[in-house]
Every structure is written in C-alpha cells, then in structure tokens.
C-alpha cells in the first residue's frame, strides 16, 4: 500500500501500488494482470486534476518513463507522442522539426495522454481543445493487447477516446495534428469588468487569443490578449503579459500557489450574462474570495465528451486556495453555470451525478458502451466514475 495525492495534495488514497512503466510490453502485462486478478488500474498523467479520477485504492500507473517525441511529419503536420510526456518537454523537438501545438492551456506541466483525456484547452474562439487534435492512439487494454485507433483504424473506439478520462486503457502513444512552427506576442491591459464584458466579443474575434481574469476584491479586469508576429523573439523572455518568442514559450505561465478549480463551459452567447451573476454572487455573497475569476473561449468540436461538443463556448473558471472550503463557494457557482447549460471541465471540481452528466453530453450512453465493450469488468473504472456509468 502506497499513499497517492494529486497536485493540489486536496485529494488523497492509499492505493495499492504506483507502478512506473516504461516500456509497452511492462504496460500491456500491468493491464492484463490486474484484469486478471481483479485490480482496478489509474493511469496518472502529472496529477492536475481537481477531480478524482486517478483518485484509487488500487493500482496507479505513472508513465513519466514512457515520454518524448517518437516522429515528426511535416508533410501533414503531424507527429506520434509518447502518452507521458509533459507538454513542456515537447515545444523544443517539435519546434525542432518546424511544428508546434495549435494552441496550449495556461500552464504546460501535464502529461499529453492527461491534457487530452479530459479537454485541455487555451483560449480563442477558432481554437479547440486538445483532445480535438488527437488523430490516432495506442491503448494497452484490459485484456493485454495494444490497440492502434484512428479514423481508419478501430474508428469507433477512436472516436470516442479521444477524450478518454483514462476508461479505455492505458495511453502509450498520441498522434497530434499539430501547425506550422510560430511565433507570438502578447500585450495585457487592465479594464473595467463591464468594459471587458461589453467588448469580450470584439476582443476575441480580432485577436488569436483573448482572455481576462476578474479580480474581485479589486473589481478589476486584467485582459490579455496574444497574437502571430514576425518578429524576432526577444531573449531573455520578459514576464508574462509581454514575452514575443515562439508559441511553446509564450502560452504556459508559472502557477506554483496551490488551489483547487471549478471551470464550466457554456455556449458563446451565454458568457457575458453567465459571468454578470458569478460576479453579483462574489459581491453579494462571497466577498471573502481572494482569487480570480478566469473568462476563455473555445471553438466548437466534434469530440464526443468534450465541453464544446457541437457548440462555441465561454469558458468560466473559479478558483479557491486549497487550504480554504471551497464546497459552499463552488456549489453556489455550479448553479449558475447550471441555468445557462453549464458542462463541467472534466480535470475540475464539479458535482454532477451521471443523469446530470447524461443530460450534458448528447454522446454520453454511447461513449459508455463503447468503453464497456472494451472493459468489460471495468478493470480502468475507479469509484469516481462507476459512480457515472449509465444504469
Ligand atoms: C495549475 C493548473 C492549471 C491548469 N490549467 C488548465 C488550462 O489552462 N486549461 C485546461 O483545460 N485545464 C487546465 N488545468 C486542468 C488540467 O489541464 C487537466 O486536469 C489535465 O487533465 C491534467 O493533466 P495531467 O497530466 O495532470 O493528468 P492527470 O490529472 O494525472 O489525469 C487526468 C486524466 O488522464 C488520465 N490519464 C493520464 N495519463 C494517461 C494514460 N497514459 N493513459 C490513460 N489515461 C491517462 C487519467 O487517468 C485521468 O483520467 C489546470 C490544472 C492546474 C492544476
């Protein structure tokens, strides 16, 4: 028995052992083992996750040795990943062969199979989540085989692993779509809230990326937007809010304070009236909340569990210091992003059961079924998301 926390350190299990792999043939026999023994497995990526879903008493795989980038393809922008690697160790090889992520979210400490498992996002309104970028997988399933997906390969299990939340297997290997190498400059400016909520539109339709954070006990805006250039990068890299270097150096900032996270998405047209009252119920009710308070957007996709699925969406993020509550604070929040067709960021605190999560997600029952066929005795399920599986 081992003890286990997330990131945070908020979420906590003494499972039954952490098993480092690092091969595909170490990962297979795991998988087979404990679905022959009747272990539960949960892959771990770097454990950022504010929702319990590595969270297990039994086995926790972490695949930091399973990291790098396998094979570049420029000729369609592609290249295959190994599942553990941090995003952070991925800007300089792929800059190296001439290619970079469409987009990254705020911070590059996860792992790629983690970032795509649950629809990691940045912020612009033409750019999806990760897990849209995924083009093909490898997956060691329950029963010790290794299983290459794409949209020619295995299709339907492809189609809904793209955003797995680890139910289907054991990631080992990623294809990315992935761009042309690119630079970027940012500029922030602070504004009002109503301003920013007046303009967000304007703002995000001009700009590659556009983003705010609302201070409340300041009632302050702090807007940032980042944009394509050709200029030259300027070395050493000035703080966040004015670097110009190349995408991977300047879309990750430094997170280092430990808190925990609500984020919901809500469609586009939503986003200013959604944010009106999260910043009426922090005025009103919860004047106390010391952090800020995060508004992104994300272009529609396909992907079936994703936040976006067939839709453009704001995104809305809550945060409170890990030593703090949270749960009155998130709750209150969660019922306002519940009355404008809320979906949880599946990484983040929520308190959905599955007819909630059913209600959200048009693809949620066939998502399921697809997995169950894969897992039949539910041996990537931990008690979080049995708690979720359709009746
Ligand atoms: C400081 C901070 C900043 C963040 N910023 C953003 C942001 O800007 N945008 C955003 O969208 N989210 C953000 N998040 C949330 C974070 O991106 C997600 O929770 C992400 O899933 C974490 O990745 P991870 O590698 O830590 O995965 P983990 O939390 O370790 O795992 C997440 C899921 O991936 C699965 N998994 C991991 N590796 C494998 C594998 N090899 N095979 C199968 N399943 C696997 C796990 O089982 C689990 O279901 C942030 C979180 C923190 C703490």
């Known amino acids: 028995m081992v003890h286990w926390q997330n990131w945070s350190g908020k979420l906590e299990s003494t499972a039954h052992s952490i098993q480092f792999l690092r091969t595909e043939e170490d990962t297979c026999a795991l998988a087979e083992h404990a679905n022959d023994n009747g272990l539960v497995i949960r892959a771990a990526g770097a454990t950022h996750s504010h929702a319990p879903l590595v969270k297990t008493t039994g086995i926790v795989a972490d695949l930091q040795g399973l990291s790098g980038v396998m094979s570049t393809e420029t000729a369609d922008n592609s290249a295959w990943i190994w599942a553990g690697s941090r995003i952070f160790t991925l800007g300089r090889p792929l800059h190296e062969a001439g290619l970079a992520l469409h987009n990254q979210g705020d911070i590059d400490q996860q792992a790629i199979a983690g970032a795509t498992a649950t629809g990691t996002h940045g912020t ?11 083009r093909g997988m490898t997956i060691a399933t329950a029963s010790g085989e290794l299983i290459t997906t794409s949209p020619d390969r295995n299709p339907d299990i492809f189609t809904a692993a793209r955003q797995h939340l680890g139910a289907f297997g054991i990631v080992t290997r990623i294809k990315l779509e992935l761009e042309p190498a690119y630079r970027l400059r940012e500029h922030t400016w602070q504004a009002d809230l109503d301003e920013l909520l007046e303009n967000w539109s304007e703002h995000a339709e001009q700009n590659r990326h556009f983003e705010f954070f609302w201070y409340p006990q300041e009632d302050r805006g702090q807007a940032k937007t980042i944009n394509p250039t050709t200029d030259e990068p300027e070395y050493p890299l000035a703080a ?3 670097r ?9 900032n430094h997170r280092p304070h430990k808190h925990t996270e609500m984020e919901y998405s809500v469609p586009k047209e939503h986003g200013a009236a959604c944010m009106r009252e999260i910043q009426s119920l922090l005025t009103n009710q919860f004047s106390d909340i010391a952090w800020p308070i995060e508004y992104r957007t994300l272009a529609a996709d396909d992907v079936w569990l994703s936040t976006a699925y067939e839709r453009d969406t704001v995104t809305i993020s809550v945060h409170q210091d890990v030593r703090l509550d949270d749960e009155v604070y998130f709750r209150a929040c969660e019922e306002i992003f519940l009355s404008f067709q809320g979906r949880p960021h599946w990484g983040k605190v929520n308190y959905l059961n599955a007819a909630q999560m059913s209600e959200r ?8 079924q697809i997995r169950d066929e894969l897992d039949p005795r539910g041996t990537f399920l931990n008690d979080y998301l049995r708690g979720l599986q359709p009746a």
């Open 244 to 252: 110009c270097g190349w995408s991977y150096e300047v879309l990750p």
């Open 124 to 134: 612009g309104p033409k750019l999806k989540n990760l897990s849209a970028a995924v």
């Open 240 to 242: 966040e809010g004015a």
């Open 361 to 368: 997600h048009p693809r949620w029952e066939q998502w399921w």
